[in-house]
C-alpha cells in the first residue's frame, strides 16, 4: 500500500529567521553541520551551510569536524572556517593508545560529563531515502529529559526507559511520508535496548571498547592534529569477529574528555541474508555501513550534548525483483540546556508506539533549523 500525508508546514518562521552561511576558507563550499554556541543555545548549520542566528548575535563560537574553532565577534552573513590541514602527509602523526584512552573516560564518565536531571529543547530531525530519493522527514521540536546523561543498563534492559530518557512532543514541523512498503518495516515500533542506548555517548563508547577487548582484535589510534588542549584522533579497529570500524574523536588532554566523536562501522562486506516482510514476503537483505557521531560542549564547567547522529547508508534489498538502497539518519540538536529534578516530565512520549502518534504539546518558540533546498523542495512536491 502507498500512501502520502503531511502535517502542519508552517513557513512564516523560516522566512522571518536570519540566516548565517558558513563556508571553507579555501574553496568557497558550504560546511553541513558546522556548530554555533550562541549566549543561549546551540545550533547546526544545514547540509547547505545555513544556520538560524540573530542578526543581533555577538561573541559566538562555530567548529566544525575538520576546521579549527572560530570566535564571531560579531554577526556576519557568510563565515569562513579554515581546514585544519589540507592533508594527512602534512602533519606531525603520534600514535595514541586507544584501549587506554577511551578505557579512562569511560571509567571517569560520571565525573567529567555532567550527570545530573537535566532538560533540554531539543530539535528531532529523520530523514529516510529510498534509491537516493528522499521519501520520509520529519522535523519536531520536543524536550528532552535525562535522569543522569548516561544511559543505565540495568533499566534498559528492563525497559524502564522513563528511567533513562523522557521525551515531550512539542511542535511537528514538518511530518511527510511518501512510501508506504513494508520492505524495510520490522512490524513494531517500540524503542528497543539498543536503539535507546544509541541515545548516549557511553553506550557507544563502551560498545567500542569491548570491539577492542574481544580475543584477536587488532587496532590503532592516531593523533593527526592539536589545537590548544584539544587533540584530533583518528582510529581504526578491527574486533575478533571481523566488525571493522573507523573514525576520529577529538580529546581534550586537560579535562580528560571526548568532545566529538565519530565512529563508522564498515559493514557492507557482509553476505546477504534472507528476511521476511511483515506482510510474509521473503527478500534478499544485505547490511550497509552506519555511524554515529556524538558532540559535547562545555557551558560553566560542565560537559553537555550538543548533538546525536545516528546514520546508515547502502542498506540493500532485493525485492520483488528489485533493489532497493536505502539511507537513513536521525539528528537530535540539544539547543538549551536546564537542570531539572528527577520527576521528569509531566507529559511525556509513549515510547511503546511510534512517537509521533503521541499527542504534541504545543509551545511555540523561534525556529533553530533550517530546512536544506532538498528538503523544501520535498516538503513542496504535491
Not at 509531566?346 to 512517537?355: C, E, L, P, R, T
Given at each position: 500500500?502507498?500512501y502520502s500525508y503531511l502535517l502542519m508546514i508552517l513557513f512564516a518562521g523560516l522566512c522571518s529567521a536570519q540566516r548565517l552561511k558558513v563556508i571553507d576558507s579555501e574553496n568557497d563550499k558550504a560546511i553541513p553541520h558546522?556548530?554555533?554556541?550562541?549566549?543561549?543555545?546551540?545550533?547546526?548549520?544545514?547540509?547547505?551551510?545555513?544556520?538560524?542566528?540573530?542578526?543581533?548575535?555577538?561573541?559566538?563560537?562555530?567548529?566544525?569536524?575538520?576546521?579549527?574553532?572560530?570566535?564571531?565577534?560579531?554577526?556576519?552573513?557568510?563565515?569562513?572556517?579554515?581546514?585544519?590541514?589540507?592533508?594527512?602527509?602534512?602533519?606531525?602523526?603520534?600514535?595514541?593508545?586507544?584501549?587506554?584512552?577511551?578505557?579512562?573516560?569511560?571509567?571517569?564518565?560520571?565525573?567529567?560529563?555532567?550527570?545530573?536531571?537535566?532538560?533540554?529543547?531539543?530539535?528531532?530531525?529523520?530523514?529516510?531515502?529510498?534509491?537516493?530519493?528522499?521519501?520520509?522527514?520529519?522535523?519536531?521540536?520536543t524536550k528532552l529529559w535525562s535522569k543522569s546523561n548516561h544511559y543505565n543498563y540495568k533499566d534498559g534492559i528492563r525497559k524502564n526507559y522513563d528511567e533513562i530518557l523522557q521525551m515531550q512532543l512539542n511542535n511537528v514541523?514538518?511530518?511527510?511520508?511518501?512510501?508506504?512498503?513494508?520492505?524495510?518495516?520490522?512490524?513494531?515500533?517500540?524503542?528497543?535496548?539498543?536503539?535507546?542506548?544509541?541515545?548516549?555517548?557511553?553506550?557507544?563508547?563502551?560498545?567500542?571498547?569491548?570491539?577492542?577487548?574481544?580475543?584477536?582484535?587488532?587496532?590503532?589510534?592516531?593523533?593527526?592534529?592539536?589545537?590548544?588542549?584539544?587533540?584530533?584522533?583518528?582510529?581504526?579497529?578491527?574486533?575478533?569477529?571481523?566488525?571493522?570500524?573507523?573514525?576520529?574523536?577529538?580529546?581534550?588532554?586537560?579535562?580528560?574528555?571526548?568532545?566529538?566523536?565519530?565512529?563508522?562501522?564498515?559493514?557492507?562486506?557482509?553476505?546477504?541474508?534472507?528476511?521476511?516482510?511483515?506482510?510474509?514476503?521473503?527478500?534478499?537483505?544485505?547490511?550497509?555501513?552506519?555511524?554515529?557521531?556524538?558532540?559535547?560542549?562545555?557551558?560553566?564547567?560542565?560537559?553537555?550534548?550538543?548533538?546525536?547522529?545516528?546514520?546508515?547508508?547502502?542498506?540493500?534489498?532485493?525485492?520483488?525483483?528489485?533493489?532497493?538502497?536505502?539511507?537513513?539518519?536521525?539528528?537530535?540538536?540539544?539547543?538549551?540546556?536546564?537542570?531539572?529534578?528527577?520527576?521528569?516530565?509531566?507529559?511525556?512520549?509513549?515510547?511503546?508506539?511510534?512517537?509521533?502518534?503521541?499527542?504534541?504539546?504545543?509551545?511555540?518558540?523561534?525556529?533553530?533549523?533550517?530546512?536544506?533546498?532538498?528538503?523544501?523542495?520535498?516538503?513542496?512536491?504535491?
Amino acid at each position: 500500500m502507498k500512501y502520502s500525508y503531511l502535517l502542519m508546514i508552517l513557513f512564516a518562521g523560516l522566512c522571518s529567521a536570519q540566516r548565517l552561511k558558513v563556508i571553507d576558507s579555501e574553496n568557497d563550499k558550504a560546511i553541513p553541520h558546522a556548530r554555533v554556541i550562541l549566549s543561549n543555545q546551540v545550533v547546526y548549520t544545514n547540509e547547505d551551510g545555513f544556520a538560524p542566528v540573530s542578526q543581533d548575535a555577538r561573541n559566538f563560537e562555530i567548529s566544525a569536524s575538520g576546521y579549527q574553532k572560530k570566535i564571531v565577534t560579531a554577526f556576519n552573513s557568510r563565515i569562513k572556517l579554515t581546514p585544519a590541514y589540507k592533508n594527512v602527509g602534512e602533519v606531525k602523526i603520534v600514535s595514541v593508545d586507544i584501549r587506554k584512552l577511551l578505557g579512562d573516560v569511560s571509567k571517569n564518565y560520571h565525573k567529567r560529563y555532567y550527570n545530573e536531571p537535566s532538560l533540554y529543547d531539543v530539535v528531532y530531525k529523520e530523514k529516510k531515502l529510498d534509491n537516493n530519493k528522499l521519501y520520509f522527514l520529519v522535523i519536531a521540536e520536543t524536550k528532552l529529559w535525562s535522569k543522569s546523561n548516561h544511559y543505565n543498563y540495568k533499566d534498559g534492559i528492563r525497559k524502564n526507559y522513563d528511567e533513562i530518557l523522557q521525551m515531550q512532543l512539542n511542535n511537528v514541523k514538518y511530518l511527510k511520508n511518501v512510501k508506504g512498503d513494508s520492505i524495510f518495516t520490522t512490524g513494531t515500533n517500540e524503542f528497543s535496548h539498543e536503539y535507546m542506548g544509541n541515545y548516549f555517548f557511553n553506550f557507544e563508547l563502551n560498545r567500542t571498547l569491548n570491539h577492542i577487548k574481544s580475543d584477536g582484535a587488532k587496532y590503532s589510534g592516531k593523533m593527526i592534529f592539536e589545537e590548544g588542549d584539544e587533540q584530533l584522533i583518528k582510529f581504526k579497529i578491527k574486533s575478533g569477529v571481523g566488525i571493522e570500524l573507523e573514525g576520529e574523536f577529538k580529546y581534550n588532554k586537560t579535562d580528560k574528555v571526548i568532545t566529538y566523536f565519530e565512529v563508522h562501522y564498515v559493514q557492507t562486506g557482509y553476505p546477504p541474508v534472507r528476511r521476511k516482510t511483515v506482510d510474509g514476503v521473503e527478500y534478499d537483505y544485505q547490511l550497509g555501513d552506519a555511524s554515529l557521531i556524538f558532540d559535547f560542549y562545555k557551558k560553566d564547567g560542565m560537559y553537555l550534548p550538543a548533538l546525536t547522529r545516528f546514520e546508515g547508508d547502502k542498506y540493500s534489498a532485493f525485492y520483488l525483483g528489485k533493489k532497493h538502497e536505502r539511507k537513513f539518519s536521525r539528528e537530535i540538536i540539544y539547543n538549551i540546556f536546564e537542570k531539572s529534578n528527577k520527576e521528569g516530565l509531566s507529559q511525556k512520549v509513549d515510547f511503546s508506539k511510534n512517537i509521533w502518534e503521541n499527542v504534541p504539546v504545543k509551545e511555540e518558540k523561534e525556529d533553530a533549523i533550517l530546512l536544506s533546498a532538498d528538503e523544501q523542495a520535498f516538503i513542496n512536491e504535491k
